[in-house]
Antibody, heavy 124, light 113 residues
Framework: QLQLQESGPGLVKPSETLSLTCTVS??????????WGWIRQPPGKGLEWVGSVFYTGNTYYNPSFKSRVMMSVDTSTNQFSLRLSSVTAADTALYFCAKGLAYRGRYHVPFDYWGQGALVTISS | DIVMTQSPDSLAVSLGERATINCKSS????????????LAWYRQKPGQSPTLLIY???TRESGVPDRVSGGGSGTDFTLTITSLQAEDVAVYYCQQYYTTPFTFGPGTKVDIK
């Protein structure tokens, strides 16, 4: 069974860069069948799609993050990563990594496997 | 962006009874060429990550019991849980993946009456 695990600092200072890594196990991140995504959830609130990335490095981002977001894939370690720069308190959230449903290698798909989430607090 | 709304915000249902959640999108999520609705439903139990229940508006994810079903097309969708069980207590979200940014509804909290 595919498993995803987020890791990274739980506390980031305002204006700095949030960096998270998702480790994929029991499956290859290099599959040509599906995308990988990041979704976040502020405490007590709903879900927000941050973006999706393919193993080739092809990315789709939520425009609400403008140029602050960057995602990448490291096939040698079976990991993918999220970087969010110039963070503010509004970026405090539980960050989930997830796998897109396999559907002809397309990114317009729901997410069928999720990590347990990593809480990132933005505070000085 | 496509705005997703859900109703009700919360509902309490007796064990064994039916729960129905509505989801509306601000524009159609139906791809006319494939006749597929790009609409998914998730369940998030307290302290857990979301799990996929339904996709393409009505396709049940593997392992999801058949008392959970999805329906609707275009802009109006429903999630129905017949014979509610204690394990169904959760927040339910709809999501459109028709166009980016993918967007989620605000969630509907289901409790036992």
């Amino acid at each position: 069974q595919l498993q995803l695990q987020e890791s990274g600092p739980g506390l980031v200072k305002p204006s700095e860069t949030l960096s998270l890594t998702c480790t994929v196990s029991s499956g290859s991140i290099s599959s040509s069948s599906y995308y990988w995504g990041w979704i976040r959830q502020p405490p007590g609130k709903g879900l927000e799609w941050v973006g999706s990335v393919f193993y080739t490095g092809n990315t789709y981002y939520n425009p609400s993050f403008k140029s602050r977001v960057m995602m990448s894939v490291d096939t040698s370690t079976n990991q993918f990563s999220l970087r969010l720069s110039s963070v503010t308190a509004a970026d405090t959230a539980l960050y989930f990594c997830a796998k897109g449903l396999a559907y002809r290698g397309r990114y317009h798909v729901p997410f069928d496997y999720w990590g347990q989430g990593a809480l990132v607090t933005i505070s000085s | 962006d496509i705005v997703m709304t859900q109703s009700p915000d919360s509902l309490a249902v007796s064990l064994g009874e039916r729960a129905t959640i509505n989801c509306k999108s601000s524009q159609s999520v139906l791809d006319s060429s494939s006749n597929q609705n790009y609409l998914a439903w998730y369940r998030q139990k307290p302290g857990q990550s979301p799990t996929l229940l339904i996709y393409w508006a009505s396709t049940r994810e593997s392992g999801v019991p058949d008392r959970v079903s999805g329906g609707g097309s275009g802009t109006d969708f429903t999630l129905t849980i017949t014979s509610l069980q204690a394990e169904d207590v959760a927040v339910y979200y709809c999501q459109q993946y028709y166009t980016t940014p993918f967007t989620f509804g605000p969630g509907t909290k289901v409790d036992i009456k």
